[in-house]
T-cell receptor, first 113, second 113 residues
Framework: DGGITQSPKYLFRKEGQNVTLSCEQN?????MYWYRQDPGQGLRLIYY???????QKGDIAEGYSVSREKKESFPLTVTSAQKNPTAFYLC????????????FGQGTRLTVV | GENVEQHPSTLSVQEGDSAVIKCTYS??????FPWYKQELGKGPQLIID?????GEKKDQRIAVTLNKTAKHFSLHITETQPEDSAVYFC????????????FGSGTRLSIRP
């Protein structure tokens, strides 16, 4: 089945540690995105990538990093520089241009302990 | 940059009645407007979309209207059912741009039995 997979579903991090969230898609989509969702709020764009080996900062990129070495994969690293990392993280993919609609993964809930 | 405002933030309707959610956008160049439904603990799912060359689109009990002059678009759900209870997000993006999708803040829809 084609789709977009995020792992793990739940992740706990100690303060001061970096952690990497996985996102894989087999939809042959060129564009991939990472969003952050806080309780009762909308989706804020962290990073997006239109093509392999290229990515752009979104509205809240500070404290995060990404890579796009393969078309299928767009991992997000939450670094120790992110002061308030506890949130629900959503990965999405779409055909280039976004006009075809984005498909979302099921999310990763990150909690700092 | 694009800004999307969504109203109301919460909406409660009697089962069988209609629900309307409204969004406005700021960038007149935006030309693609998807709507997403998010159930608790899951990623958003695309339910309907509209392009700027179309004024209205229907899919069974769901319809979306677009007024380009006023820069607003709306989601209409008729004959609401309990399974329609969820958070709904509108979004706007620019065709063939950097694939940046901007989301509204969401509407929590509750269907009363």
């Amino acid at each position: 089945d084609g789709g977009i997979t995020q792992s793990p579903k739940y992740l706990f991090r100690k303060e001061g540690q970096n952690v990497t969230l996985s996102c894989e898609q087999n939809l042959n989509h060129d564009a991939m995105y990472w969003y952050r969702q806080d309780p009762g709020q909308g989706l804020r764009l962290i990073y997006y990538s239109q093509i392999v080996n290229d990515f752009q900062k979104g509205d809240i990129a500070e404290g995060y990093s990404v890579s796009r070495e393969k078309k299928e994969s767009f991992p997000l690293t939450v670094t120790s520089a992110q002061k308030n990392p506890t949130a629900f993280y959503l990965c999405a993919s779409s055909l280039t241009g976004a006009e075809q609609g984005a498909f979302f993964g099921q999310g990763t809930r990150l909690t700092v302990v | 940059g694009e800004n999307v405002e969504q109203h109301p933030s919460t909406l409660s309707v009697q089962e069988g009645d209609s629900a309307v959610i409204k969004c406005t956008y700021s960038d007149s160049a935006s030309n693609y407007f998807p709507w997403y439904k998010q159930e608790l603990g899951k990623g958003p799912q695309l339910i309907i979309d509209i392009r700027s060359n179309v004024g209205e689109k229907k899919d069974q009990r769901i319809a979306v209207t677009l007024n380009k002059t006023a820069k607003h678009f709306s989601l209409h759900i008729t004959e609401t059912q309990p399974e329609d209870s969820a958070v709904y997000f509108c979004a706007a993006s620019l065709y063939s741009s950097a694939s940046k999708i901007i989301f509204g803040s969401g509407t929590r829809l509750s269907i009363r039995p």
